[in-house]
């Protein structure tokens, strides 16, 4: 079973010392992880629906980061 650990997600600090082009990495790696999430979901394969909502979450505060640093991830 897949569990939030499983899903590879950075801390925020370690967040906060990533550049660009880490950062854009982050985001598209964290997007496929929840497009995954959502078919497996829309398939009833997932049963931890809440990991949905951590890696909503997870893009967010990668967003975030991005904007507080001026970068241009989206």
Request: net charge positive; charged share 30%; hydrophobic share 40%.
């Given at each position: 079973?897949?569990?939030?650990?499983?899903l590879k997600?950075?801390?925020?600090?370690k967040l906060n010392e990533l550049n660009e082009k880490d950062l854009k990495t982050e985001l598209?790696?964290?997007s496929k992880n929840l497009y995954v999430l959502k078919m497996q979901k829309q398939l009833g394969e997932l049963k931890q629906t809440h990991l949905i909502k951590a890696v909503r979450r997870y893009?967010?505060?990668v967003n975030?980061?991005?904007t507080s640093k001026w970068f241009n991830v989206g």
């Amino acid at each position: 079973m897949k569990e939030i650990k499983d899903l590879k997600l950075k801390e925020l600090n370690k967040l906060n010392e990533l550049n660009e082009k880490d950062l854009k990495t982050e985001l598209v790696t964290a997007s496929k992880n929840l497009y995954v999430l959502k078919m497996q979901k829309q398939l009833g394969e997932l049963k931890q629906t809440h990991l949905i909502k951590a890696v909503r979450r997870y893009i967010a505060q990668v967003n975030t980061i991005a904007t507080s640093k001026w970068f241009n991830v989206g």
